[in-house]
């Protein structure tokens, strides 16, 4: 069983991105709790830019984190597939090339937040997104995501 989400696994995620020049965002529970959300997750969230070249990207970074991926998992993300959860490696990893109510990558850039080198979708995206899956644990989280996100703005 992987651990759950932690800020060392995000630092180690950060880094080898970063390396490798992947453009990508903390988004879902894992990028607000980057943002100061008091909660916890089972996995990180990552919003990835949908190119080629980034996806190519990509690839090499999860294989040098120690992601074993398959032929399948490479495909799905060299296509940019929606969503793509990765339970087999150092830690739980979803993957989202089409996160539900944004837009597109570049629109999430514009405004997102880059807190100590992590960048991270701004808070108003990951409440958007959350509304619109619309699952049953995203509603009930929206309510204190809220809060903190209203509480974040006073604090910058």
């Known amino acids: 069983m992987a651990e759950p989400f932690s800020f060392r696994q995000a630092e180690r995620l950060r880094k080898v991105l970063a390396r490798h020049k992947v453009q990508y965002l903390f ?16 996995d990180t969230d990552i919003f990835v830019q949908k190119t080629r070249e980034n996806c190519v990207a990509l690839t090499k ?31 739980d990893l979803d993957l989202i090339f089409a996160p539900d109510g944004i837009e597109s990558f570049e629109d999430a850039w514009r405004h997102h937040v880059t807190v100590k080198g992590y960048p991270v ?3 108003d995206d990951i409440i958007r997104s959350k509304e619109k ?6 509603r009930e989280s929206l309510p204190r995501l809220k809060a903190f996100r209203d509480y974040w703005r006073q604090k910058r």
Do not use: M
């Open 27 to 42: 988004i879902g529970k894992s990028g607000a709790i980057i943002l100061g959300y008091p909660d916890t997750t089972q």
């Open 61 to 91: 970074a999860l294989k040098a984190l120690g992601f074993q991926l398959t032929k399948t998992s490479v495909e799905e993300i060299l296509r940019g597939k929606d969503f793509i959860q990765l339970r087999n490696g150092p830690f």
């Open 121 to 123: 979708c701004h808070p």
């Open 133 to 138: 899956a619309n699952r049953l644990r995203d």
